[in-house]
């Protein structure tokens, strides 16, 4: 079998790859009667000379190889006939954004697994970067206030930043006595709060954080969806409950929004579910937040603040909750910053890089280089030679419009 790490092409640019030089170099020696390639790139995290070093070949073209391995989606125009790709599609929900990108990979026969739906037998993700996610939307949102206030100054992470530079640039920095919420108990809540207890941040409970106007040093609390939302006819929550009746619940946020200065939103939220943020809110007079860090990027969804996606090179905007529209980053005192980076775990894309492909090699390139069949594989191919599986068939008439 041969394979092949593709460079990636979509704008704007990923850092992060597959596997890295020391992993490929690994596979190799475990599987010598198998071949690997990496493609060619100048924004890779790892560079191709790190690569040579360690035997790996590297090629302009992976058009010999069979399986073919990415981040995000490759583009229509790289795509290779009759090959086996692997990278985060964004397909399966019916994003119209990639709608094309289907149609064109079922005309040119290509198998496709999604790594987001690379999932256990209880169908648990096992190959994710939301702990990084939370780790990276700490950091930036805490970035974005010290830009805010001027109270301090954390650097912008280039390519070569890792999670030990992260934490060694909030120890050099006297962070302000602010209180920091920070919702959902998932993978993303848990980086978020291991960057919190790293710094030294001190944890507080609900009680003592909604009674507690000021705080003595950084603090945060971590707060789930059952102190998100209640029932709107004053029953107790249940989850269960209101997972199949979401409808019946309302928000119970503005509680929170009162007294935090920091809002990290890292929970799971679905259309149906009440909106925690809504434009009246933001622009009630006792709203204290004055920095989100919206890091689950849920695009006028949860938190209307939250009007578009932002990127690495430009991480804030400001939203006017008067007019309830985008403005500058940082041009009033009145508005409220949101950081909205979509990919935040390339901001540490050697540590993440090596993350993942650890938990490929374990669930993905093991079994495919012994040929051996993997319902974790299985589950997560969308298209077999170019024709939609059984579990994805629901996007036929998605893949036909």
């Known amino acids: 079998m041969k394979i092949g790490i593709i460079k990636e092409t979509k704008t704007p640019v990923d850092n992060r790859v597959a596997l890295s030089p020391e992993q490929v170099a690994m596979l190799q020696h475990n599987f010598p009667d198998s071949e690997f390639y990496v493609q060619s790139s100048d924004i890779r995290a790892y560079s191709d000379d790190e690569y040579r070093s360690l035997g790996v070949k590297v090629v302009d073209s992976v058009d010999n190889c069979d399986v073919l391995f990415g981040i995000k989606e490759a583009t229509k125009e790289s795509l290779i006939p009759n090959k086996h790709y692997f990278f985060f599609g964004h397909i399966a929900k019916m994003q119209e954004y990639n709608r094309s990108l289907l149609q064109d990979m079922m005309k040119k026969n290509i198998t496709f697994s999604d790594y987001e739906y690379l999932v256990d037998d209880n169908n648990q993700r096992v190959c994710a970067f939301g702990w990084w996610a939370g780790v990276v939307g700490v950091y930036y949102t805490l970035r974005g206030y010290g830009l805010r206030t001027g109270k301090y100054s954390l650097p912008k992470p280039d390519i070569k930043f890792t999670l030990e530079k992260l934490k060694q640039a909030l120890r050099e920095v006297e962070l302000p006595a602010i209180k920091v919420l920070v919702t959902g108990n998932g993978r993303v809540s848990q980086g978020a709060q291991y960057v919190l207890e790293a710094i030294g941040a001190t944890r507080l409970y609900h009680d003592e954080y909604l009674q ?4 003595e040093r950084i603090s945060y609390c971590v707060v789930d969806v059952d102190g998100l939302v209640k029932r709107k006819d004053g029953k107790d929550f249940s989850f ?22 920091l809002f990290v939103s890292a929970h799971f939220w679905a259309p149906e579910a009440p909106v925690y943020l809504s434009e009246e809110d933001l622009k009630n007079s006792e709203m204290r937040i004055k920095m989100i860090g919206d890091v689950t990027c849920d695009i006028m969804g949860s938190i209307k603040s939250t009007v578009r996606p932002s990127t690495h090179a430009e991480p804030y905007y400001d939203y006017n909750p008067v ?4 403005e500058a980053a940082f041009s009033s005192d009145n508005n409220i910053t949101v950081m909205a980076v979509d990919t935040c775990p390339n901001a540490l894309a050697i540590d993440t890089s090596a993350y993942f492909g650890d938990m490929l090699i374990k669930h993905v390139f093991e079994p495919l280089l012994k040929g051996e069949k993997s319902s974790v594989i299985e589950r997560s191919t ?3 030679d170019g024709r939609l599986t059984d579990r994805f068939s629901y996007l036929t008439d998605f893949a036909k419009e």
């Open 212 to 215: 507690l106007s000021e705080v």
């Open 240 to 261: 269960a409950d209101f997972t199949k009746n979401p409808h019946e619940y309302e928000s119970n946020f503005f509680r929170w929004a009162k007294t935090s200065d």
């Open 323 to 326: 007019t309830a529209k985008e």
């Open 382 to 384: 969308i298209l077999n």
